[in-house]
């Protein structure tokens, strides 16, 4: 069960207005992914557990020898591994997958929260789905429906404390006094107050840059951060996804442990369908992980232990 | 090819730009003074007041042009307006002069009040840097200018001169300027002058009006109007005319000459000497003389009483005119006579009328009675009152020479005289008229002289207009801005953090401006500097090693742990990797750890691009710079993981290479990074010494293998308002 806290600890703000969404153009298909010509391998069947760790040399011999094969592990390992020949059974490709998807403490928390829901609402929870979310909340759970267009949810910050203090000490010592010199009275103006103040404003002139230091996922969700005061809305929306489930994370508990587990699929790492696999590799359909990665390459045993 | 030369940062602005700050700093009257003076010069020989204003305004506007890679040329316009009190001519006691010069300025830079400032330095200037391209209102000396400054003399002198000796009196005239003149000024003529040539000189030839009165020894005096003609040479050099009124030439030619209107009073006053001596000799003369038989009595009025028979009724003196035969001047003598003859008797009064030639100098007459003209029509004839029949006048003209003789030699004072002696009066007045001397600069000594003055007024000036101060007294000092000029394409460079080298291995850096009117760049090294520092303080566990960064440093996150075994951040020019946009390059290593399976080792590469949107409100203008890594899709959350290992480091990246540049040229600084974003303002100095308040908008950012280079737009106001601005709004401070 996720803690609810009526502080937040993380490092992510308040949330706060959001400025107009920047829509990203859709990216065009690579030219610099090259489709795959398959080559021929001996078959190698996995039953279990054990033909896997049997079987590893060979199968990364077949991955180094082949490094345009091997990067399509990131893409779909079970149907990777059927490139050079590997055909597995069920248990083997649910086992396949699910290692990948999650490390294992998350994977734990993930099963938790997966069958604490579906016991306690009698289905599978399906935070991924937005109109699922919406009946969950409003009908399932009768939650009042609350105000949140406009409202940014607080997001972690994936730098550690001590990244962000070595980071900072990089900047000029003029701006990092005035940085703390602003702290400072920010806090002051907070104590006076005793609640919550509105930032100095510390623009005085007409131009200004801002850069944006890190993109805001879904996954870095803050779910221990305060939340502001909300309003009702007069109608319940029919979609809701992870950035507006946000907001209900204190209204219910189970609304809390649903956007845990939503965050939680959000990090998952990403398997593609059979159609998808096959557009990126055939070069019809872009994917990150083909064009940055270049190379994966296993350790191999040297010849006499992968004979022993 | 290098953005920023051997430094880190530069900042570029194009030369419009460059011209508005300067004639906004122009507008300063304080710092950069337009209005000169008064100024005190001594030139030729008297004092002068100067004053000077320069222009810059829509028609006399001050330039400016790049000449070379450290030098301005900036264009002048001004009016420079000379007073004296004391010209000759009047005319010119005030004179203006509108000059156009071009002059040289050095790029430099200095300490001031204890900062190192960009600016533009006119020491050591010289006159051979000042090019005069027009001079009007030089002016030209004539004739008239030499009048009005006669006539002004004038009124300064004494009009009346007199010899204490022989009593004359000369009275100078010029026109009816002297109106208490006695006697006036009968005909009103001015004094009058003229140029002429003479033996190759040039000289002045002044006529002035006059009257003398001469006492004669005689009794009474002689008065006429007359003329004092003189010359003077006029000496040109060039710088001067000069005119020196108490130098009589040389040339027998051009003497002071008196013209007198009297001229038979000159005559009468000469014979009426010659006669005074003629009576003066007579007494002392035989007045009876026998010749021949014949006793011959000569008369003078009453001077002999004693004389038998007496002089006969009415007593006729003896009598004396000036003619001219053949061009020689005789004094014909008229001599009262009684003749007396023996055998036969015979007695009769008469005359005996002869010549004698007058000779002349210049200033005496003398008559020789002793010779008697060889013109036969000038010979003595004698004529008796009893008719005779010439058997007594005849021989008896022919033998009185030698009793005429006996009056000798007689001379007296010609004219001449009088008028060597008015001549000398004269020339008192003459003198007292003194030395004219005319500043008069040709061509050529003007604008030599003008190119002198003005490079010694400007070799000792220079003047900021770029300094990155610090505001905060608690901060080192920012480093010396160097400037260059680079040409054809006209932009002005500034560099800061001279990052290898010496000032002697300074140089410039490549045109990054472009179309842009400002535009900041940060040097490759230094950008690489950055990004290695920023890898570190994440990555602490790496270290630099040949261009990228690399050791062991565990990561850990959410979705999974791993090692990084490399990490190399580069910026990339547009077309490499076959990315048509400036990007940052990032590769690397790393063992990705998964749960029941051996790591894996994976090498990564691709492009992350910072996205540059300029976003304006009434706030101002904002650039917003977003780093984005290249095919990703946000919403892809597969690679969530990469992403916040290499934004935030971008992010950062890109917020410490933008505060320390900002910082080095001089900008103000923000102090806030909240809710996942930063802000810095005002990326270049706000106010460039004292002169303009400058705002500058960046507009984006290209990123290329050379660095980053961020093309902005600059706002210029004049800071402060003068009764200058007022005036050109129609908004002058009222009642």
Same mark, same amino acid.
């Given at each position: 069960?996720?803690?609810?806290?009526?502080?937040?600890?993380?490092?992510?703000?308040?949330?706060?207005?959001?400025?107009?969404?920047?829509?990203?153009?859709?990216?065009?298909?690579?030219?610099?992914?090259?489709?795959?010509?398959?080559?021929?391998?001996?078959?190698?069947?996995?039953?279990?557990?054990?033909?896997?760790?049997?079987?590893?040399?060979?199968?990364?011999?077949?991955?180094?020898?082949?490094?345009?094969?091997?990067?399509?592990?990131?893409?779909?390992?079970?149907?990777?591994?059927?490139?050079?020949?590997?055909?597995?059974?069920?248990?083997?490709?649910?086992?396949?997958?699910?290692?990948?998807?999650?490390?294992?403490?998350?994977?734990?928390?993930?099963?938790?929260?997966?069958?604490?829901?579906?016991?306690?609402?009698?289905?599978?929870?399906?935070?991924?789905?937005?109109?699922?979310?919406?009946?969950?909340?409003?009908?399932?759970?009768?939650?009042?429906?609350?105000?949140?267009?406009?409202?940014?949810?607080?997001?972690?910050?994936?730098?550690?404390?001590?990244?962000?203090?070595?980071?900072?000490?990089?900047?000029?010592?003029?701006?990092?006094?005035?940085?703390?010199?602003?702290?400072?009275? =920010?806090? %002051?103006?907070?104590?006076?107050?005793?609640?919550? +103040?509105? &930032?100095?404003?510390?623009? *005085?002139? $007409?131009? /200004?840059?801002?850069?944006?230091?890190?993109?805001?996922?879904?996954?870095?969700?803050?779910?221990?951060?305060?939340?502001?005061?909300?309003?009702?809305?007069?109608?319940?929306?029919?979609?809701?996804?992870?950035?507006?489930?946000?907001?209900?994370?204190?209204?219910?508990?189970?609304?809390?442990?649903?956007?845990?587990?939503?965050?939680?699929?959000?990090?998952?790492?990403?398997?593609?369908?059979?159609?998808? =696999?096959? %557009?990126?590799?055939?070069?019809?359909?872009?994917? +990150?992980? &083909?064009?940055?990665?270049? *190379?994966? $390459?296993? /350790?191999?045993?040297?010849?006499?232990?992968?004979?022993? | 090819?290098?953005?920023?030369?051997?430094?880190?940062?530069?900042?570029?602005?194009?030369?419009?730009?460059?011209?508005?700050?300067?004639?906004?700093?122009?507008?300063?009257?304080?710092?950069?003074?337009?209005?000169?003076?008064?100024?005190?010069?001594?030139?030729?020989?008297?004092?002068?007041?100067?004053?000077?204003?320069?222009?810059?305004?829509?028609?006399?506007?001050?330039?400016?042009?790049?000449?070379?890679?450290?030098?301005?040329?900036?264009?002048?316009?001004?009016?420079?307006?000379?007073?004296?009190?004391?010209?000759?001519?009047?005319?010119?006691?005030?004179?203006?002069?509108?000059?156009?010069?071009?002059?040289?300025?050095?790029?430099?830079?200095?300490?001031?009040?204890?900062?190192?400032?960009?600016?533009?330095?006119?020491?050591?200037?010289?006159?051979?840097?000042?090019?005069?391209?027009?001079?009007?209102?030089?002016?030209?000396?004539?004739?008239?200018?030499?009048?009005?400054?006669?006539?002004?003399?004038?009124?300064?002198?004494?009009?009346?001169?007199?010899?204490?000796?022989?009593?004359?009196?000369?009275?100078?005239?010029?026109?009816?300027?002297?109106?208490?003149?006695?006697?006036?000024?009968?005909?009103?003529?001015?004094?009058?002058?003229?140029?002429?040539?003479?033996?190759?000189?040039?000289?002045?030839?002044?006529?002035?009006?006059?009257?003398?009165?001469?006492?004669?020894?005689?009794?009474?005096?002689?008065?006429?109007?007359?003329?004092?003609?003189?010359?003077?040479?006029?000496?040109?050099?060039?710088?001067?005319?000069?005119?020196?009124?108490?130098?009589?030439?040389?040339?027998?030619?051009?003497?002071?000459?008196?013209?007198?209107?009297?001229?038979?009073?000159?005559?009468?006053?000469?014979?009426?000497?010659?006669?005074?001596?003629?009576?003066?000799?007579?007494?002392?003369?035989?007045?009876?003389?026998?010749?021949?038989?014949?006793?011959?009595?000569?008369?003078?009025?009453?001077?002999?009483?004693?004389?038998?028979?007496?002089?006969?009724?009415?007593?006729?003196?003896?009598?004396?005119?000036?003619?001219?035969?053949?061009?020689?001047?005789?004094?014909?003598?008229?001599?009262?006579?009684?003749?007396?003859?023996?055998?036969?008797?015979?007695?009769?009064?008469?005359?005996?009328?002869?010549?004698?030639?007058?000779?002349?100098?210049?200033?005496?007459?003398?008559?020789?009675?002793?010779?008697?003209?060889?013109?036969?029509?000038?010979?003595?004839?004698?004529?008796?009152?009893?008719?005779?029949?010439?058997?007594?006048?005849?021989?008896?003209?022919?033998?009185?020479?030698?009793?005429?003789?006996?009056?000798?030699?007689?001379?007296?004072?010609?004219?001449?005289?009088?008028?060597?002696?008015?001549?000398?009066?004269?020339?008192?007045?003459?003198?007292?008229?003194?030395?004219?001397?005319?500043?008069?600069?040709?061509?050529?000594?003007?604008?030599?002289?003008?190119?002198?003055?003005?490079?010694?007024?400007?070799?000792?000036?220079?003047?900021?207009?770029?300094?990155?101060?610090?505001?905060?007294?608690?901060?080192?000092?920012?480093?010396?801005?160097?400037?260059?000029?680079?040409?054809?394409?006209?932009?002005?460079?500034?560099?800061?953090?001279?990052?290898?080298?010496?000032?002697?291995?300074?140089?410039?850096?490549?045109?990054?401006?472009?179309?842009?009117?400002?535009?900041?760049?940060?040097?490759?090294?230094?950008?690489?500097?950055?990004?290695?520092?920023?890898?570190?303080?994440?990555?602490?566990?790496?270290?630099?090693?040949?261009?990228?960064?690399?050791?062991?440093?565990?990561?850990?996150?959410?979705?999974?742990?791993?090692?990084?075994?490399?990490?190399?951040?580069?910026?990339?020019?547009?077309?490499?990797?076959?990315?048509?946009?400036?990007?940052?390059?990032?590769?690397?290593?790393?063992?990705?750890?998964?749960?029941?399976?051996?790591?894996?080792?994976?090498?990564?590469?691709?492009?992350?691009?910072?996205?540059?949107?300029?976003?304006?409100?009434?706030?101002?203008?904002?650039?917003?710079?977003?780093?984005?890594?290249?095919?990703?899709?946000?919403?892809?959350?597969?690679?969530?993981?990469?992403?916040?290992?290499?934004?935030?480091?971008?992010?950062?990246?890109?917020?410490?290479?933008?505060?320390?540049?900002?910082?080095?040229?001089?900008?103000?600084?923000?102090?806030?990074?909240?809710?996942?974003?930063?802000?810095?303002?005002?990326?270049?100095?706000?106010?460039?010494?004292?002169?303009?308040?400058?705002?500058?908008?960046?507009?984006?950012?290209?990123?290329?293998?050379?660095?980053?280079?961020?093309?902005?737009?600059?706002?210029?106001?004049?800071?402060?308002?003068?009764?200058?601005?007022?005036?050109?709004?129609?908004?002058?401070?009222?009642?």
């Amino acid at each position: 069960m996720a803690r609810h806290t009526s502080k937040g600890t993380a490092a992510g703000k308040e949330p706060e207005a959001s400025s107009p969404k920047t829509t990203v153009p859709p990216i065009p298909p690579s030219d610099n992914v090259l489709p795959i010509i398959p080559a021929n391998f001996e078959p190698i069947r996995l039953e279990g557990h054990r033909d896997l760790i049997v079987q590893q040399p060979d199968l990364f011999r077949r991955f180094n020898d082949h490094p345009e094969l091997a990067t399509l592990l990131l893409i779909n390992p079970v149907l990777a591994f059927g490139e050079v020949g590997v055909e597995m059974s069920r248990e083997i490709a649910h086992h396949v997958l699910h290692t990948l998807q999650h490390p294992p403490r998350q994977r734990r928390r993930r099963d938790e929260l997966e069958a604490s829901l579906k016991e306690k609402i009698g289905e599978l929870p399906r935070p991924e789905d937005p109109q699922w979310v919406s009946r969950f909340l409003f009908e399932k759970l009768q939650l009042t429906p609350l105000k949140t267009d406009g409202l940014k949810p607080a997001y972690k910050v994936p730098l550690n404390a001590a990244a962000i203090e070595r980071l900072q000490a990089l900047r000029p010592k003029r701006q990092l006094r005035r940085q703390q010199q602003a702290e400072s009275e =920010y806090k %002051q103006l907070e104590s006076a107050s005793g609640q919550p +103040a509105a &930032r100095p404003s510390i623009r *005085s002139g $007409r131009s /200004a840059i801002r850069i944006k230091m890190t993109h805001n996922a879904p996954r870095r969700l803050d779910i221990e951060a305060d939340l502001p005061p909300l309003k009702e809305a007069r109608r319940a929306p029919t979609e809701v996804d992870l950035e507006t489930l946000y907001f209900y994370k204190d209204s219910h508990p189970l609304a809390c442990d649903l956007l845990e587990l939503g965050i939680i699929k959000r990090r998952s790492f990403p398997i593609h369908s059979g159609d998808s =696999y096959r %557009q990126i590799k055939e070069g019809q359909k872009n994917n +990150a992980f &083909r064009t940055w990665v270049k *190379s994966i $390459r296993f /350790a191999e045993a040297p010849d006499d232990e992968s004979n022993g | 090819m290098s953005l920023t030369a051997n430094f880190d940062y530069c900042v570029e602005l194009g030369i419009a730009q460059v011209r508005e700050i300067f004639h906004l700093a122009f507008k300063s009257e304080d710092r950069y003074p337009h209005n000169i003076g008064p100024l005190t010069r001594s030139l030729t020989g008297r004092e002068f007041t100067i004053n000077v204003r320069v222009h810059d305004d829509n028609d006399r506007p001050a330039e400016l042009n790049f000449q070379d890679e450290k030098h301005f040329r900036f264009t002048f316009p001004f009016d420079l307006t000379t007073e004296t009190p004391d010209a000759p001519d009047p005319a010119l006691s005030r004179v203006t002069l509108q000059v156009i010069v071009e002059v040289p300025g050095l790029l430099d830079n200095w300490v001031e009040e204890g900062e190192d400032v960009l600016g533009v330095s006119f020491l050591g200037i010289t006159a051979t840097d000042v090019n005069i391209t027009r001079l009007d209102g030089l002016p030209t000396i004539d004739i008239n200018n030499f009048l009005a400054a006669i006539h002004n003399r004038y009124d300064t002198i004494s009009h009346v001169y007199t010899d204490a000796t022989s009593g004359s009196r000369l009275v100078l005239y010029d026109g009816n300027r002297d109106n208490t003149l006695n006697p006036p000024n009968s005909s009103g003529d001015e004094i009058t002058a003229a140029l002429e040539t003479h033996s190759g000189d040039e000289y002045l030839k002044i006529t002035a009006p006059i009257h003398v009165t001469v006492p004669l020894p005689s009794g009474g005096d002689y008065t006429s109007y007359g003329r004092l003609i003189f010359w003077r040479q006029v000496l040109t050099t060039d710088t001067t005319i000069a005119v020196q009124m108490g130098s009589e030439p040389a040339l027998a030619t051009l003497r002071t000459t008196v013209e007198l209107n009297n001229v038979a009073g000159q005559q009468q006053a000469e014979l009426t000497e010659i006669v005074e001596r003629l009576h003066t000799t007579y007494d002392v003369i035989d007045h009876t003389r026998s010749m021949f038989g014949t006793t011959v009595t000569f008369y003078d009025g009453e001077r002999d009483l004693s004389l038998v028979p007496p002089n006969k009724i009415g007593l006729p003196e003896i009598t004396a005119v000036f003619e001219t035969h053949s061009g020689t001047e005789y004094l014909k003598v008229t001599l009262p006579i009684h003749v007396a003859v023996s055998v036969p008797v015979y007695l009769s009064y008469g005359t005996i009328t002869f010549w004698r030639e007058v000779t002349r100098t210049d200033t005496t007459l003398s008559v020789n009675f002793a010779i008697a003209p060889a013109n036969p029509a000038l010979q003595t004839s004698v004529a008796l009152d009893v008719p005779e029949g010439g058997l007594v006048s005849g021989p008896l003209a022919s033998q009185v020479g030698p009793a005429l003789a006996a009056f000798g030699t007689l001379s007296g004072p010609s004219f001449g005289a009088v008028e060597a002696q008015l001549i000398a009066m004269a020339t008192t007045g003459i003198n007292n008229f003194g030395t004219v001397i005319e500043p008069a600069f040709s061509e050529s000594a003007a604008r030599d002289l003008l190119r002198t003055e003005i490079a010694a007024y400007l070799s000792e000036r220079r003047y900021p207009f770029y300094s990155p101060k610090s505001p905060d007294p608690e901060d080192e000092p920012l480093s010396t801005p160097v400037g260059f000029l680079l040409l054809p394409d006209n932009v002005l460079a500034i560099l800061l953090n001279r990052r290898t080298g010496t000032p002697a291995d300074d140089h410039a850096p490549d045109n990054f401006l472009g179309s842009n009117p400002l535009a900041l760049a940060v040097g490759r090294a230094k950008v690489d500097e950055v990004i290695g520092e920023a890898i570190i303080a994440q990555f602490p566990e790496l270290s630099k090693s040949n261009g990228s960064y690399t050791g062991q440093q565990p990561i850990e996150t959410d979705e999974g742990d791993a090692t990084l075994f490399e990490l190399a951040v580069v910026p990339a020019n547009p077309g490499a990797h076959g990315e048509s946009r400036g990007h940052l390059w990032v590769s690397g290593e790393a063992e990705v750890h998964i749960d029941c399976w051996p790591d894996p080792d994976v090498t990564f590469s691709g492009p992350i691009f910072i996205d540059a949107v300029r976003v304006d409100s009434e706030e101002g203008c904002t650039l917003e710079l977003q780093a984005r890594a290249g095919e990703f899709d946000v919403d892809q959350s597969c690679c969530d993981v990469l992403l916040d290992l290499l934004i935030p480091i971008v992010g950062w990246i890109m917020l410490v290479i933008i505060e320390n540049c900002i910082d080095a040229v001089g900008g103000e600084l923000a102090a806030d990074i909240a809710a996942g974003q930063a802000e810095a303002i005002e990326p270049i100095p706000p106010v460039i010494n004292g002169i303009a308040e400058v705002t500058a908008c960046l507009e984006g950012l290209d990123i290329s293998s050379q660095g980053f280079v961020f093309p902005g737009e600059i706002y210029i106001r004049r800071l402060g308002r003068s009764y200058e601005d007022l005036m050109e709004d129609s908004n002058r401070p009222r009642p």
